[in-house]
């Protein structure tokens, strides 16, 4: 069985910039992504599978990109044959209020 990889980023990019980078990053390196939640404008967490020769390229891109990534979460090594299953959480840091959203009246 094989495990989840748990990555954890920070940035000061705008999260709109930073998501569609992640997602584009993903696409050029043979990946795709599986889910994504979206915690108001603070926090990011994106699912995604990526061929395991492919992990040292996302690391060092989105270092490039300034989304710095944990080394703590990465594995020692990444079986090249193998697809990796794993999520990336991203935190926000910025100077903007929590975003509101309106929520729909539902009768009943």
């Known amino acids: 069985m094989q495990r989840l990889m748990m990555l954890s980023a920070v940035t000061r990019m705008p999260r709109h910039e930073a998501t569609t980078l992640v997602f584009d990053t993903l696409n050029r390196l043979g990946g795709w992504v599986d889910d994504v939640h979206m915690y108001s404008n603070i926090m990011n967490t994106i699912r995604f599978t990526l061929p395991g020769e492919a992990l040292p390229a996302l ?3 989105l ?3 300034h ?3 944990d080394q703590d979460g990465l594995p020692t090594a990444c079986p090249p044959d193998k697809d990796l299953s794993g999520s990336l959480q991203i935190t926000f840091i ?3 209020p929590d975003l509101r959203r309106a929520i729909p009246a539902v009768p009943g």
Do not use: L
Request: no cysteine; hydrophobic share 60%; proline share 0%.
């Open 59 to 61: 690391v060092a891109a």
């Open 63 to 65: 270092a490039d990109s």
């Open 94 to 96: 910025h100077n903007e």
């Open 67 to 69: 989304i710095a990534i």
